[in-house]
Nanobody
Framework: QVHLIESGGGLVQAGGSLRLSCAAS????????MGWFRQVPGKEREFVAA????????YYSDSVKGRFTISRDNVKNTVYLQMNSLKPDDTAVYYC?????????????????WGQGTQVTVSS
């Protein structure tokens, strides 16, 4: 089992930037594929970005492509989500997730461990 703790959320004006971090412990981080999802109350959890276990492949939803960047540091056991040009529609709770085995990067049910979430609020 892997334990995930997100940080870096907060309130920012539209057009601003935030960097989310997700620290992992309890399992060999470098063997895990990692993803970021977000959820707004009353809506389903939505895929945002994912990164392969070595970091060589990244995946983004169309809504964040070109604005968000996912990266990882396998020495620090941390995955990051750099969010630029933020929009009010990016307001959500952001969750970090770890996938132990093969599966879809885009499907939340294929991920095995989840963080508690961090709130991102973008004001207009």
């Amino acid at each position: 089992q892997v334990h995930l703790i997100e940080s870096g959320g907060g309130l920012v004006q539209a057009g601003g930037s935030l960097r989310l971090s997700c620290a992992a412990s309890g399992r060999t981080f470098s063997s895990l594929s990692m993803g970021w999802f977000r959820q707004v109350p009353g809506k389903e959890r939505e895929f945002v970005a994912a990164i392969s276990w070595r970091g060589g492949s990244t995946y983004y939803s169309d809504s964040v492509k070109g604005r968000f960047t996912i990266s990882r540091d396998n020495v620090k056991n941390t995955v990051y989500l750099q969010m630029n040009s933020l929009k009010p529609d990016d307001t959500a709770v952001y969750y970090c997730a770890a996938r132990y085995y093969s599966g879809s990067y885009y499907r939340d049910s294929d991920y095995d461990s989840w963080g508690q979430g961090t709130q991102v609020t973008v004001s207009s």
